[in-house]
């Protein structure tokens, strides 16, 4: 019953900088937790930072920490802000919710996805 869809996503040089959002619609912003994960070719989906709606809390995977921010706004999105782009960002980005659980990265925690945008950095 909920909707997420995500869109911004493009392809850069390494360096450059791009910022994701996710539309969610039949939803609202309870206590949940909102995350972004991503996926490359061959590699298991990986979490990427996790969002608490109760509170605005965040939490950032060691690979993105200092370079990504997460953050939400009034009108039901979710946002990525993606600077200082590395050839290994490089995957499908997909948005989450998730209701009931606690602060974690297992994606098979998460019960709502979108259907991913695309990121590519070159060199």
């Known amino acids: 019953q909920v909707q997420l869809v995500e869109s911004g996503g493009g392809s850069v040089q390494a360096g450059g900088s791009l910022r994701l959002s996710c539309a969610i619609s039949?939803?609202?912003?309870?206590?949940?937790?909102m995350a972004w994960f991503r996926q490359a070719p061959g590699k298991e989906r990986e979490g990427v930072a996790i969002i608490y709606t109760g509170t605005g809390g965040t939490f950032y995977a060691d690979s993105v920490k200092g370079r990504f921010t997460i953050s939400r706004d009034n009108a039901n999105t979710l946002y990525l802000q993606m600077n200082s782009l590395k050839p290994e960002d490089t995957a499908m980005y997909y948005c989450?919710?998730?209701?009931?659980?606690?602060?974690?990265?297992?994606?098979?925690?998460?019960?709502?996805w979108g259907q991913g945008t695309q990121v590519t950095v070159s060199s």
């Open positions: 039949g939803h609202t912003w309870n206590r949940n937790y």
């Open positions: 989450a919710a998730g209701l009931n659980i606690r602060w974690t990265f297992a994606p098979g925690e998460y019960t709502n």
